[in-house]
T-cell receptor, first 114, second 114 residues
Framework: AQSVTQLGSHVSVSEGALVLLRCNYSSSVPPYLFWYVQYPNQGLQLLLKYTSAATLVKGINGFEAEFKKSETSFHLTKPSAHMSDAAEYFCAVSAYSGNTPLVFGKGTRLSVIA | GAGVSQSPSNKVTEKGKDVELRCDPISGHTALYWYRQRLGQGLEFLIYFQGNSAPDKSGLPSDRFSAERTGESVSTLTIQRTQQEDSAVYLC????????????FGSGTRLTVV
């Protein structure tokens, strides 16, 4: 079984500051890991994914995430926050193999202050 | 189509009525997923289709909820005798496979039961 914990339901950063959104996962099998972003009144958009290749994954809009097996973490970072980054961010996990849908964390709302 | 299309985008219904939510996946996507997102919450898995079969219905909250899919095309989620706790955004997603491709989400149907 898989599960995801996102630390912090709300993160607030200043424009230009580092963005760090935390995600820890639990999986009994090698995982696939994903970050999605949801803007108000929209569906979820894939930011990036880890599928057992490079542990540092680069995504859209300048975001990246690093898979750390020893820490069971997949934190999302961006060096410099932009106002347009304000949104809800979801981490998700699924099994590398097998027939399991994505399991999502509860989400972290990112606010960017001018 | 170019994206995942969901209809209606908004639905207000009276308690006790039945509702049907529709999802039109990306052409060629064999896997289709339904999730529910309550206000301020993460995504709750409901059901998953591979083709027109549903290997995993474990998330359906009660026997008032059912879903079907025609071939590798449109899916409908039906909620019978709606209750106020059914109020949520219902999100549909499709993918090429159940593995590491990630999902493409629709914009959702916002259901309000009054």
């Amino acid at each position: 079984a898989q599960s995801v914990t996102q630390l912090g339901s709300h993160v607030s950063v200043s424009e230009g500051a580092l963005v760090l959104l935390r995600c820890n996962y639990s999986s009994s099998v090698p995982p696939y890991l994903f970050w999605y972003v949801q803007y108000p009144n929209q569906g979820l958009q894939l930011l990036l994914k880890y599928t057992s290749a490079a542990t540092l994954v680069k995504g859209i809009n300048g975001f990246e995430a690093e898979f750390k097996k020893s820490e069971t973490s997949f934190h999302l970072t961006k060096p410099s926050a932009h106002m347009s980054d304000a949104a809800e961010y979801f981490c998700a996990v699924s099994a590398y193999s097998g027939n399991t849908p994505l399991v999502f964390g509860k989400g972290t709302r990112l606010s960017v202050i001018a | 189509g170019a994206g995942v299309s969901q209809s209606p985008s908004n639905k207000v219904t009276e308690k006790g009525k039945d509702v049907e939510l529709r999802c039109d996946p990306i052409s060629g996507h064999t896997a289709l997923y339904w999730y529910r997102q309550r206000l301020g919450q993460g995504l709750e898995f409901l059901i998953y289709f591979q083709g027109n079969s549903a290997p995993d219905k474990s998330g359906l909250p009660s026997d008032r909820f059912s879903a079907e899919r025609t071939g590798e095309s449109v899916s409908t989620l039906t909620i019978q005798r709606t209750q106020q706790e059914d109020s949520a955004v219902y999100l549909c997603a499709s993918s090429l496979d159940r593995g590491g491709y990630g999902y493409t989400f629709g914009s959702g149907t916002r259901l309000t039961v009054v």
